[in-house]
């Protein structure tokens, strides 16, 4: 039952709209997306640096990673064929490359050389990884998983590389990564206001009833 002050809301139904014109209003509510700028390379040596903005961790035992190719992008063709690709946290400060990267050149140019992206060899696989980046997450293909139009590419990850520098008390920080989101449209964002809260453990909030009161304004 909709409460009388729920504020009025627009439907968009997928059966009643073009593929199109859904996938955008989707991208703009499933935000923010963290990015995932994916470095490959092809069975002639071709190194592809794209990024894909549907990207999260898809198991943690085993470690392993996923991003979703929208059709059969140069990432998907290039790590099927040669098993291996890196995941590359992409910094603020690398946001116009990271832009650019997304431009579709032709599978035997590198987008790295035409946007000025340094890369440098990986520690355990051979795909190179993005050396201005903070993050680098070193994979091996685990398997791939056909939807409709678009393909999900699972990485298992053998090593992480990470900036010295970004590193404080054992793990990387969000304050030294400052990694780009995307957001609905040509829209993009930074990691804005950072907040943080413990989790509540059930045995706290039965022993201390303020704190459902609190939250429902009793």
């Known amino acids: 039952m909709t409460e009388p002050s729920s504020p009025p809301r627009t439907g968009f139904d997928p059966g009643q709209m073009e593929t199109g014109a859904f996938y955008r209003v989707l991208n703009s509510v499933v935000v923010p997306r963290p990015i995932a700028w994916v470095v490959t390379r092809s069975a002639e040596g071709v190194h592809n640096l794209a990024p894909h903005s549907f990207y999260t961790v898809a198991c943690v035992d085993p ?6 190719s929208v059709g059969r992008k140069d990432s998907l063709v290039n790590a099927e064929a040669t098993g291996d690709f890196t995941v590359n946290l992409t910094p603020e400060s690398m946001f116009e490359q990271a832009n650019a990267t997304g431009t579709d050149f032709p599978p035997e140019e590198s987008e790295a050389e035409h946007t ?18 903070p993050v680098s997450l070193e ?3 685990h398997s791939t998983l056909r939807l409709g139009d678009s393909t999900v590419v699972f990485g ?3 090593h992480i590389a990470v900036h010295t520098a970004a590193v404080r008390d054992g793990r990387p920080r969000i304050e030294h990564l400052r990694p780009l989101a995307r957001l609905g ?4 964002a930074t990691i ?10 059930y045995a706290t909030w039965t022993e201390d009833p303020s704190i459902g009161e609190q939250l429902r304004g009793d």
């Open 63 to 68: 470690p392993i990673v996923q991003f979703t």
């Open 192 to 201: 804005g206001e950072v907040k943080e809260i413990r989790r509540i453990p």
């Open 156 to 158: 298992q990850v053998r």
């Open 116 to 133: 000025g992206v340094r890369l440098e060899p990986s520690e355990t696989v051979a795909a190179m990884r993005v050396a201005q980046s």
């Open 139 to 141: 994979c091996t293909l």
């Open 185 to 188: 449209g040509n829209e993009w």
